[in-house]
Structure formats: structure tokens, C-alpha cells
T-cell receptor, first 112, second 111 residues
Framework: DAGITQSPRHKVTETGTPVTLRCHQT?????MYWYRQDPGHGLRLIHY???????DKGEVSDGYSVSRSKTEDFLLTLESATSSQTSVYFC???????????FGQGTRLTVV | GQNIDQPTEMTATEGAIVQINCTYQ??????LFWYQQHAGEAPTFLSY??LDGLEEKGRFSSFLSRSKGYSYLLLKELQMKDSASYLC????????????WGAGTKLIIKP
């Protein structure tokens, strides 16, 4: 399995504060993804990256930004957290487009 | 639009067989994935189908019919550890080959 580490694993923050979640991989995979998972919904793509400094928006990108300055790190930032962003966030990586994705352990974010 | 449908929850008995269905309507199709997700954990890859037919991998098999927009995951000789959610995802080339995910099927195994 790919070595994918998410930090923090749990976070409680207040509405209006900025939050950054980190995903670190040791497999040199080209593609990296941020998803959110909410009850009753499938995994929903927030942003993804297909290389260093190459990122694109997913279906639920409003309120989120990302950066990828190194192959191994993909950061997700909530500029001003809202209660609707309370969720479990998963990072995933893929070596090529036609291969399976590997997931990090998730970050449970609560915005109060 | 993009839509992946799976039953929300299923119950089965230890040692039995269960079939979890997935139907999809997407703009394009370039493969279907099944993942397993235990409560509080990350999804893990189970199977991948891109051509019609059955792919067998130990106790788990996955079937695909592209003409019907239909797949199923078949779990045999159920064990208590198979209690988990099973996620179906379609890779759509018209969406930059991103995965479109179903909401998942929670499988409960009873003794």
C-alpha cells in the first residue's frame, strides 16, 4: 500500500478561522486528490493535482484552495471555515489514471 | 447528469453469499471500481472492471455489464469482518477521468 499520511487526524475549529490539512505521500505518485465524505453522499472531489503546481477544481471546490509545491505534499486550505465544512476529509493518490487510488486515514474536521 | 445508485444497507448471515448491486448513469465510462470501507477507516481497493464479465478474486467477485450500466459485487462465505461499507465508483473520461462515487452500501453480517 502507498504510504499516505494525513495530518491532523482530528480537528475542532471555530467558524471563520483558516484551517490547513496536510497530505504526505512516500510513493512518488503523480496524482493526488482531496475528497470529503458525508453521510448519505458518496465521496465528493474537492480538488486534485496531476503534478507539482498543477491543480484543478473538483465538484465541491467552493471555499477550498489547494497547493502542491512538492510531489509528496498536497495541502488543503479552508480560508474561512463554515459549519457546512464539517466533514471527514480523505486524501488519495494514484500512480496513473487507470490504476486504483490509495487513501489516507482521513481527517475528521468539526467547525463549531 | 452523473448518478451512481447502490442500496443503502443490506444484512446477511455469516457463511452465506451476498450480492451488492450498483447501477450507473454517467456521461462516459472508462472502468468501475469497488472499494471496501470499515467504519472510521479509509476505503481500500477491492476490484476493477473495464470489460464486460466476471472478475474473481478469492471470496470476492465483481461483474460488469456496460450495456446495462450495471455492476455487482459478490461476497461468498461471509465472515464477520466483512461488515463494512462497499463503495462503487465509475471513472468518467468526460470528467477528466475522475471517479464518480456512489454513496456506498453498508453491509451488516449477523451470526
Amino acid at each position: 500500500d502507498a504510504g499516505i499520511t494525513q495530518s491532523p487526524r482530528h480537528k475542532v475549529t471555530e467558524t471563520g478561522t483558516p484551517v490547513t490539512l496536510r497530505c504526505h505521500q512516500t510513493e512518488n505518485h503523480r496524482y493526488m486528490y482531496w475528497y470529503r465524505q458525508d453521510p448519505g453522499h458518496g465521496l465528493r472531489l474537492i480538488h486534485y493535482s496531476y503534478g507539482v503546481k498543477d491543480t484543478d477544481k473538483g465538484e465541491v471546490s467552493d471555499g477550498y484552495s489547494v497547493s502542491r509545491s512538492k510531489t509528496e505534499d498536497f495541502l488543503l486550505t479552508l480560508e474561512s471555515a463554515t459549519s457546512s465544512q464539517t466533514s471527514v476529509y480523505f486524501c488519495a493518490t494514484r500512480d496513473r489514471e487507470n490504476t486504483e487510488a490509495f487513501f489516507g486515514q482521513g481527517t475528521r474536521l468539526t467547525v463549531v | 447528469g452523473q448518478n451512481i445508485d447502490q442500496p443503502t444497507e443490506m444484512t446477511a448471515t455469516e457463511g452465506a453469499i451476498v450480492q451488492i448491486n450498483c447501477t450507473y448513469q454517467t456521461s462516459g465510462f472508462n472502468g468501475l471500481f469497488w472499494y471496501q470501507q470499515h467504519a472510521g477507516e479509509a476505503p481500500t481497493f477491492l476490484s476493477y472492471n473495464v470489460l464486460d464479465g466476471l472478475e474473481e478474486k478469492g471470496r470476492f467477485s465483481s461483474f460488469l455489464s456496460r450495456s446495462k450500466g450495471y455492476s455487482y459485487l459478490l461476497l461468498k462465505e461471509l465472515q464477520m469482518k466483512d461488515s463494512a461499507s462497499y463503495l462503487c465508483a465509475v471513472r468518467d473520461p468526460t470528467s477528466n477521468y475522475q471517479l464518480i462515487w456512489g454513496a456506498g452500501t453498508k453491509l451488516i453480517i449477523k451470526p
